[in-house]
C-alpha cells in the first residue's frame, strides 16, 4: 500500500466518468492518496483551468489525455509511468504532454515512458530501452544508441524513375557503414558527409544515374530501431 502512495499511472486508454467535471474527478483521485497536490494544483500543471467545471465527455482527446496525466499527478508521485501517453494527439496536444513531462523531471523525480514514437523517446528520455518481440534489445542514452549504428549522419537519396543502382558499389564509398532502402528511398549511414557527398554524386553521375532528390539529416533513434529489428515501426507490433 506504501508503494501505491509513491507512483502515479497513465494508461494508453483512461476511462473517465462523463457524470463528473474535471475538478470532480481530481476530487476523487485525490482523495486515493493519503498526500498529494490540491486538484486545483493538478488543474493547473496540466494547463486546464478554463475546463475546470467542464464535463469529461466535453473534452477535446488532447484534454482528455492531459486529465489522464493529471490523475497520475495528483498524488505527487515519486515515480510516475506513462503508456504511450500522446497516441492519437494532434501535435499541440503533443508538445503541451511534452512539457508537463520535461517539468516532472525538473523536480527531480523519475518518468518511465512506452512510446513508439521515437522522436518523443530522443527528446525526454535519458535513457532508452527498445524492445522488441518482448526483449530488450539495445539499451543506453538516445546518443550511445545512435552511436551504435555506425555513423552520426544519413545522406537520403532517390533516383530516377526505374533507374537501377549498384548497391554494394555504394557501401563502398568513402566513410559509408551501412545502407538501407526503403521502397525508393536510399539512406547511406556516414561518419563524414563531406566525403560521401562528393562521391555519391560522383558515382551517379559516372553510371548515368539522375538523382531525383537528396537530404543530410542526423541519425535518430528510429533509424537505430529499423536498424537493430530490420523493420518499420509499426503500431500493430
Same mark, same amino acid.
Given at each position: 500500500? /506504501? &508503494?501505491?502512495?509513491?507512483i502515479g499511472i497513465s494508461l494508453q486508454e483512461t476511462r473517465? /466518468?462523463?457524470k463528473l467535471t474535471v475538478r470532480e474527478t &481530481?476530487?476523487?483521485?485525490? /482523495?486515493?492518496?493519503?498526500? *498529494? &497536490?490540491?486538484?486545483?494544483a493538478a488543474i493547473a500543471q496540466v494547463a486546464l483551468e478554463e475546463k475546470a467545471r467542464a464535463y469529461t465527455d466535453k473534452l477535446s482527446g488532447g484534454q482528455r489525455q492531459?486529465?489522464?496525466?493529471?490523475?497520475? &499527478?495528483? *498524488?505527487?508521485?515519486e515515480l510516475l509511468f506513462l503508456d504511450e501517453p500522446t497516441t492519437g494527439l494532434d501535435p499541440q496536444s503533443r508538445r503541451q504532454l511534452w512539457d508537463i513531462i520535461r517539468e516532472f523531471r525538473q523536480r527531480g523525480r523519475t518518468v518511465v515512458l512506452t512510446t513508439h514514437a521515437m522522436d518523443e523517446a530522443e527528446r525526454l528520455c535519458d535513457r532508452v530501452a527498445i524492445v522488441d518481440? *518482448?526483449?530488450?534489445?539495445?539499451l543506453g542514452?538516445?546518443?550511445?544508441l545512435i552511436a551504435r549504428i555506425g555513423g552520426e549522419q544519413i545522406i537520403d537519396f532517390r533516383i530516377g524513375d526505374n533507374e537501377i543502382i549498384d548497391q554494394d558499389a555504394l557501401i563502398r564509398l568513402p566513410t559509408a557503414t551501412r545502407l538501407r532502402k526503403d521502397d525508393d528511398l536510399f539512406s547511406l549511414t556516414v561518419s563524414e558527409p563531406r566525403l560521401a557527398v562528393p562521391a555519391l554524386l560522383d558515382f551517379l553521375r559516372e553510371n548515368g544515374q539522375s538523382l531525383a532528390d537528396l537530404t543530410i539529416r542526423s541519425a535518430t533513434l528510429e533509424d537505430v530501431f529499423v536498424t537493430l529489428t530490420g523493420r518499420h515501426l509499426r503500431d500493430d507490433k
Open positions: 500500500m /506504501s &508503494l501505491r502512495q509513491r473517465l /466518468s462523463d &481530481l476530487v476523487l483521485f485525490r /482523495s486515493f492518496y493519503a498526500q *498529494g &497536490l490540491s486538484p486545483d492531459r486529465l489522464a496525466v493529471a490523475c497520475a &499527478l495528483v *498524488g505527487d508521485p518481440k *518482448g526483449q530488450v534489445i539495445a542514452t538516445p546518443r550511445e
